[in-house]
Structures are given as C-alpha cells and as structure tokens.
C-alpha cells in the first residue's frame, strides 16, 4: 500500500547533540509538511516543501531544518536538541494544495531529550 | 490570526451512543475543514474534509457540518463503538494562500463497552 514512513519510531538524543529525523512516501505527493505535537496539543506546522521549494514557518526556531533530495525522501534536523523540543514529529504529504486534498500522515517518531 | 477550538477537550460515552464533537473557528476565510482522527502514539487519518461552499460531508456512521459563516463543525458519531475510542481533531485550511493547516488540540473520546 502507499504510505508516508517515518523512521525512527522513537528517537532518543542528548541535550545538544543533533538528530535527524526521516520521512519516505510512496504516494509521490508533490508536498511534504512536518509538524511537532506536543502531548495533548494541536499539532504545530514547522514547514513544507512545494516540490523542491522550501517553506519555513515564521515561529519555526532556526534550530530545525529540513532537506528534502527527491520526491521521496524529507529529513528533520534538530541543531542542538533542547529539552523543550521533545515532542511528537509528524511527517504529511499531499498531492496538490492542501486545500483540495487531504493530508496523508506517517505515524509519527517521538523524540526523547536526555 | 486564525484559531481553532475543540470542546470538550475529553469525553466518555457507553457504547451505542450517538454523540457530536464541536470545532469551533475564529475566521470564516478557509478554503476547508478536516476532520481527522489520532489513535495514541500514531499519526492522523483524515476521516472527513469538507469544502468551504458544501455544507456537510459523510461517511459509514461519521457526518461532518460545517457552517462557515458561525465558524462551527460538528463532527456526528452514530452508534458508538469502543474502536472509535480515540483523538478527534479538527483543521482548517485559511485561504491566505499556501499551504499552512490550523489544527485544533483535539477532543480524546473513549466509548465504554
């Protein structure tokens, strides 16, 4: 079936040290989206990728980053991992606009900071 | 600035109940409204997605409302069963332009056997 894969499904790192979270589709949407969610929050919209343009979020802290080298493929980096970054990642992905169509999310990889 | 609000935060209900979820938003300029459901530690799966000109969408015991104007969705949950049990959330698609989708922080609904 195609899906959104987010690898891994929980992530453990150190104050500090960086991570790097990833996310693989097979619906070859054109639009791919991370989001953070906090436990029993809304979740947050980090950026997106329109194909191969990159879209931040203006609340987004400059210590998240994302690459994306194909269709495929989207990666979160964490810089310098705090303990308030500890969360639920999620990956999305959509066709077109999200306007027309709904999100496909992955399940998720939750972050642990020690 | 767009906002979207979910009451209750939490609800349990016994089995076979009919029960409505409530979404409320600040600002009726959206492209459209998602309904989507979050089991624990997992993702979202979209559940309903109603345009900003349709009133209503469904699907099996699910039935989503929408009225732009007031800023409210239902979300109308027939016969309830214990595998409904889970995270409801709410999204909403401002028609701003691009891509951003608002997320509500959800209603958790447990359905006792």
């Known amino acids: 079936d195609a899906m959104v894969i987010q690898n891994p499904r929980y992530q453990v790192t150190q104050f500090g040290k960086p991570v790097t979270l990833s996310c693989s589709q097979t619906?070859?949407?054109?639009?791919m989206y991370w989001y953070q969610q906090k436990s029993s929050q809304a979740p947050k919209l980090l950026f997106h990728y329109y194909d191969k343009d990159f879209n931040n979020e203006a609340d987004t802290p400059d210590n998240f980053q994302s690459r994306r080298p194909n269709t495929s493929f989207c990666f979160l980096d964490i810089r310098s991992p705090g303990l308030g970054d500890a969360a639920m990642y999620l990956c999305?992905?959509?066709?077109?606009?999200?306007?027309?169509?709904?999100?496909?999310f992955g399940d998720g990889t939750r972050l642990s900071i020690l | 600035k767009q906002e979207v609000t979910q009451i209750p935060a939490a609800l349990s209900v016994p089995e076979g109940e009919n029960l409505v979820l409530n979404c409320s938003f600040t600002d009726s300029a959206i492209y459209n409204l998602q309904w989507f459901r979050q089991d624990p530690g997992k993702g979202l799966t979209s559940l309903l997605l109603i345009q900003s000109s349709q009133r209503e969408q469904t699907s099996g015991r699910l039935n989503a409302s929408l009225d732009k104007s007031s800023g409210r969705s239902t979300l109308y949950i027939a016969a309830s069963q214990p595998g409904d049990s889970a995270t409801y959330l709410c999204a909403v698609a401002p028609n701003t332009g691009g891509f951003k989708t608002i997320f509500g922080a959800g209603t958790r609904l447990f359905v006792k056997a």
């Open positions: 619906l070859n949407h054109n639009v």
């Open positions: 999305a992905t959509s066709r077109a606009a999200a306007v027309l169509e709904p999100q496909h």
